[in-house]
């Protein structure tokens, strides 16, 4: 019963919505934290950027071992980590300890991540972007989910006990999920009809991957969007705050809220829709179409705020447009990368191109620079927008055309050795 693709899927899916906390449950317990321990806000979230870049620099490490021995092992001991993260939090009374504490979740939430990503990529064929789209979405639900009693504990209980607590359940959770895991075939699912998207010939090594000029394109792509988007939604508070509306009332659909909490609101809704929608729609129009109209769609979203994001109504709905545009990078590059490398080493190829969200995370600082510097968000919002412009044309004028050359030539026939003949 278990090796059923779709149930595989919903075990994945209840993996990632139990390490999402981790990271979108953070910010619940930075400020409660710093009163009780007295350490400066930067002091603290160094222990977030520790998270980040673990989480995402590891995850080729971490994948390898999973394309050798399997889902089951590496998620558990994810899990495991993930748990034991919080739990270090809880009592962490030093910085070190608390940035020990990050380190551990970085290590468990990337196994988890990049574990239940690739194992979605290996079961499904013609759905491998709604299924991708699915389990990444998984990372924002859990984290929507849980967010209230988070919360609640927190100013009930206080952040010490509610990282106790929380980190042991949503640890044992995936422990127990782990154990239904189940190996995909090394041959891949069973495609049914032929795929609409362009398909590789091959099963390529990581080292055949780091050789591939496809690869690397689809690396700076990855960075381009990547920081393009978060130079974007990481500073909307900010932002939101130089247009003097963030506490402004707006209400839409018989809703009234703060201009800034109603879109974030709505932003964390687009992000997770996003993901399985446009993984869908790459299914049928193909890969680069779709990163196109996507990225094409972020970067004008994102000079239509800057110009036009002033009042409480269009801040809201232009940055849910960003969010939606930009969020299914997470479902549409590993669909791609399967795709194009094949199935055998599917988990530890996308965990390299993975890496790229931690590269652009190190782009970001650019948008606060460039702010300060000009003294407004004209500058940072327009190379935001031009990062994306350029990574949509990127898709169909660079990356389709390199991508169809390199299967064409993976799959000529090799030269036949003709004998010289005998004088």
Known sequence: MFRNPWIQLVIGIICMAMIANLQYGWTVFVTPIQDKQGWSLAAIQVSFTIFVLVETWLVPFEAAFVDRYGPRVMVAIGGVLAGLAWVVDSVATTLPMLYFGGILAGIGAGIVYGTCIGNALKWFGNRRGLAAGLTSAGFGAGAAATVIPLT??????GYQQTFLVFGIV???IVLVAAMLLVTPPQTGPVEFKTPRTLQGVKDYTPAETLRSPVFWIMYVMFVLVGSGGLMAVAQLGPIAKSFGIANVPVS???ITLATLTFALSLNNIMNGITRPVLGWVSDRIGREMT????FTIEGLGIFALMVFG?????FVLLSGLVFFAWGEIYSIFPSTARDHFGQKYATTNYGMLYTAKGTASLVV????VLSTATGNWTAALSVAAFFNIIAAVMAIAVLYPVRLREIKAADAPAPTMVAAPVV
Do not use: E, R
């Open 152 to 157: 609640q504990m927190v100013k009930a209980s």
């Open 170 to 172: 949503q640890g044992l």
């Open 252 to 254: 839409m659909i018989g």
């Open 291 to 294: 990163m196109f109209v996507a």
């Open 310 to 314: 002033h009042s409480p109504v269009s």
């Open 365 to 368: 600082p650019l948008a606060a």
